[in-house]
């Protein structure tokens, strides 16, 4: 992590425990009223987006503000629709974790327009000048974690060109900006590997445009791994990894390795595969030895953060101590708070994961 990252990340860490997160750089007449605030998360079909609805909602009427929490479907003309009737219905704020980040400028622009802040979460509002706020996590570092989640099971340290480790590539969704900083991320981390020679990818299919899921989708990821795996695996070629980022694509993807006797038949061990999101299928994968590792994402930290940051502006306090280099969405340079992650693998799972309460032992059958 970068200086400036981790100078921000210690501000975040110290503001949400304080609760004075942004408290300096008032300005203008202070509105104290307490509304109603708008939240979208793109789906109820996974479950980060739950936990992550239901922490903002809980953090702000805990507040006293008043939540209309909407889940999308993966739809983005019920998005459109759900964002049009919170413009209509008075919110002060609207928190948006978009499906498309690209597909929301005229809810965007009719939102300036009522003179209603927006804040981006976890994913990026894209080409409008029309978003306040973007809280995330380092989607570039979170890549990194990835990268070298692959490093470290595979060793690739150790790997010689005589016996290179073979590996193939997932990315996820095209239409949400998180990809690019997550492929960005690991191919920076892997790339010294592949130049030594001692990294390989048979597919040739390397590039995130060709190596995109489209909405995240695992059965999408684990169709495109039996296609490689009948295309390129069938002689003596054993694939040893897989980057993956996200955990059902992780799951759906060894699905596919099992299937063709990965993990049964000799000197076929199941690939090395990381993730994301820390999903309890997945936590249960990685104690059962199956998938390697993932990437926590503390949705409760992110919660409270945007909680935080809705407050102040409700007060009309001007946020101060984010990035404000980072993120260009292709309209503006917006204003971010950019999270850690942690690695979670066999090794650290139960005080990561359990010991701080974001699963608990019975969620994970222990
Ligand atoms: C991304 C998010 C990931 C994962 C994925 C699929 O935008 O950053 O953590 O949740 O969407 O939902």
Known sequence: MNVVRKMLFTGLVMAVMT????????????????????????????????????AVKEGLEKLGYKVNLQFSDD????????????????????????????????QLANAAAAKIPIIAYDRL???????????????????????????RGLKLDQATTAKPVIIELFAGSPDDNNSVGFYQGAMDKLQPYFTKGVLRVPSGQIERTVIG???WD????????????SAYYSGNVVLDGILSPYDPISLSTLEACKAVGYGTTPGKPLPIVGGQDCV??????????????TVLKDTRSLGAATVTL?????????????????????????????????????????????????????????
Request: glycine share 10%; net charge negative.
């Open 213 to 215: 899921t489209l909405r």
């Open 125 to 151: 509002l894209m080409q409008s000048p029309n978003v306040d706020y973007y809280v995330s996590f380092d989607n570039y570092k979170v890549g990194g974690q990835m990268g070298d989640i692959l490093i």
């Open 310 to 366: 809705v407050d102040t502006l409700m007060q009309g306090r001007t946020p101060n101590g984010l990035d404000t280099q980072s993120y260009n969405n292709g309209a503006k340079i917006v204003p971010s708070l950019l999270l850690d992650s942690v690695i979670v693998t066999k090794d650290n799972l139960i005080s990561a994961v359990v010991d701080t309460g974001y699963h608990t032992a019975a969620e994970l059958g222990l």
């Open 19 to 54: 609760g004075t997160a942004f408290a300096s750089g008032q300005q203008g007449s202070q509105d104290t009223g307490k509304g109603l605030i708008g939240v979208v998360m793109p789906t109820r079909s996974e479950e980060r987006w739950i936990k992550d609805g239901n």
């Open 280 to 293: 309890i299928a997945s936590c249960k994968s990685i104690l059962a030895g199956e998938q390697y590792a």
């Open 218 to 229: 695992a059965s999408e990821a684990q169709k495109r791994m039996e296609n490689l795996l």
């Open 75 to 106: 739809d983005i003309p019920t998005q459109t629709r759900q964002i049009d009737d919170m413009i209509t219905g008075g919110v002060k704020a609207l928190v948006i974790a978009s499906i498309d980040g690209s597909a929301l400028s005229n």
